[in-house]
């Protein structure tokens, strides 16, 4: 049936519901997963208005959102493991997650995206994500939206950076 199961996460609450989900249905299915995260980029005009402050501003977000995604995926690998589904995991950096997912998707030859409804963008009246509507959209392969009843939070590892 399934192979190869992309997992992207945001390391929302609602995103590691999606990631214990997808192992779960990976290991019953007997598919590999690959855990996936995009480092946020904010554009160049995002930050210029606090750049004179902290010129370093920009090298200091984007090491901070790096370490968090090391966290989120190695999570993730410790997650499949515990599980006894293979797994490998990698961050790329983006200012357009949806196009990272699907890239990533190609470059594996993955042949199901399991990802949650929303997360970091997403609100308290359960509507798809950009990100996720975005994938949902354009993908080559079927995307399982993992819908739970968990709030948006923190993310998870978050409290180990």
Sequence with gaps: MYHDILLPTD??????????????????????????????????????????????????????????????????????????VPCDCRKVVSSMPHAMILLEVSRLGCDLIYMASHGWNGNRDRLLGSVTLRVINISPVPVLVHKSNVLVGPPFGAASI
Aim: proline share 5%; no cysteine; hydrophobic share 45%.
């Design 11 to 84: 390391g929302s609450a609602l995103s590691r519901k999606a990631v214990e989900g997808g192992i779960q249905f990976a290991k019953r299915v007997g598919a590999r997963v690959h855990g996936f995260y995009v480092v946020p980029q904010l554009p160049p005009d995002a930050l210029d208005s606090m750049l004179h402050m902290a010129p370093d501003l920009a090298e200091r977000q984007a090491e901070l959102f790096t370490r968090m995604g090391e966290g989120y995926l190695a999570e993730i690998g410790e997650m499949a493991k515990a599980a006894g």
